[in-house]
């Protein structure tokens, strides 16, 4: 959505502010990498003063960060950023190697697209890492510089031809069919579910149809496949959906605060493309009122990295009230239990526990 189409939606325009990155074709793309290079190639030529430009991105740091707060009490929040700049210089001494990165990553881009293909990131990195291994030597270079293009054409991945990995998964009273191909019916499949594709294009040709009233979203892949076998979507009308550990800081996060922000939120990391993949989630996990279920041999003590991510998240300003406390009650006890501690009282409870956290809005 362009940034006066975010407006003209938005209540008093309140909006304006937002820098989203738009949806757009191949050609429109393409023409968009066709005016970087002009323009870098125009500056270099001037007779009157020959200069490399500069690359002019939405900056990312959190001073530019803001949240989008809903009206409405169960509207969507969301993260954006604003319209301030930071810049990549081939001059600057620590901007030299990103500056060039963004050209290599838009090239390949330029091709692909050209040839109407999607690649993952994963696959434009061992692409780069064979065509230029002193730029690229680790997937964070990529992830990031993949950013810095977004930022700089305003445009999404999808739209760059990247599109995401086929890492979820669902199951459930849902059935799926795409165009001129069989249904597939979700609530029949066996505990590993129906695989999500990453193509965006593919989804957007779906004809979904359910009677399901809940949206289970499950962190971990072992505990999908648990309320899988469970089959609690047969006496709780629901889909269950895996990212199977995406993002990565949530499965790294003691309290499951991270996953829970980044769909209620979006993801900062996700730069321009950060509010539309907000949602209004609720936390059913373990909570403090629940560790009178949890056997003492259960838990576990935090780690250095753990007190580390807990403590950014009790700075974080989109920390709501019930999660900070929450997150203060497990710093203060210093250790953390895991959902599958749940066990102790038998494999067939966690679907129990879930089923009844649900109809009994047990959630926050």
């Not at 290079?37 to 991105?57: E, G, R």
């Not at 996060?253 to 990391?269: D, E, V």
């Not at 007190?307 to 700075?315: E, G, T, V």
Request: net charge positive.
């Amino acid at each position: 959505m362009a940034e006066s189409g975010v407006a003209a939606a938005s209540l008093f325009g309140t909006d304006r502010r937002l820098c989203s990155a738009d949806v757009l074709p191949p050609a429109e793309v393409r023409a968009r990498i066709e005016v970087a290079v002009l323009n870098f190639l125009a500056a270099l030529a001037d007779p009157s003063a020959p200069a490399i430009s500069v690359l002019p991105l939405i900056s990312r740091s959190a001073a530019n960060r803001g949240v989008r707060r809903a009206l409405l009490r169960d509207g969507v929040s969301s993260v954006y950023l604003s319209h301030a700049f930071c810049r990549r210089s081939l001059t600057r001494a620590n901007d030299g190697k990103a500056f060039v990165r963004v050209w290599k990553v838009m090239e390949v881009c330029y091709k692909i697209l050209g040839e109407g293909k999607l690649v993952t990131q994963r696959e434009l990195f061992y692409k780069l890492l064979s065509d230029s291994p002193s730029y690229f030597s680790c997937q964070r270079h990529i992830n990031q510089t993949v950013q810095d293009v977004v930022s700089l054409l305003r445009c999404t991945r999808q739209s760059l031809g990247i599109m995401a990995s086929s890492r979820g998964a669902l199951i459930g009273r849902i059935v799926l069919q795409g165009l001129g191909e069989e249904h597939v019916d979700c609530s029949i499949l066996g505990p590993s579910g129906h695989a999500i594709t990453g193509d965006l294009n593919v989804l957007s040709k779906l004809i979904f149809s359910s009677d399901a009233r809940y949206l289970i979203l499950v962190e971990k892949d072992a505990i999908f496949q648990r309320l899988a076998e469970d089959r609690i979507y047969n006496h709780l009308p629901s889909i269950l959906i895996t990212a199977k550990g995406y993002p990565d800081l949530a499965t790294r996060n003691p309290a499951g605060l991270a996953i829970l922000c980044t769909y209620k939120y979006g993801s900062i990391s996700m730069g321009l493309e950060s509010y539309r993949y907000a949602c209004n989630v609720k936390w059913l996990g373990l909570r403090g009122d629940d560790l009178q279920l949890i056997p003492q041999s259960a838990y576990q003590e935090l780690k250095p990295r753990d007190l580390q991510i807990a403590k950014s998240l009790l700075s974080s300003k989109f920390l709501q009230e019930k999660h900070r406390a929450e997150l203060t009650l497990m710093l203060e006890m210093g250790k953390r239990a895991e959902i599958e501690a749940l066990y102790s009282h038998g494999f067939d409870f966690l679907g129990k526990y879930v089923a009844r956290k649900v109809v009994q809005g047990d959630y926050i």
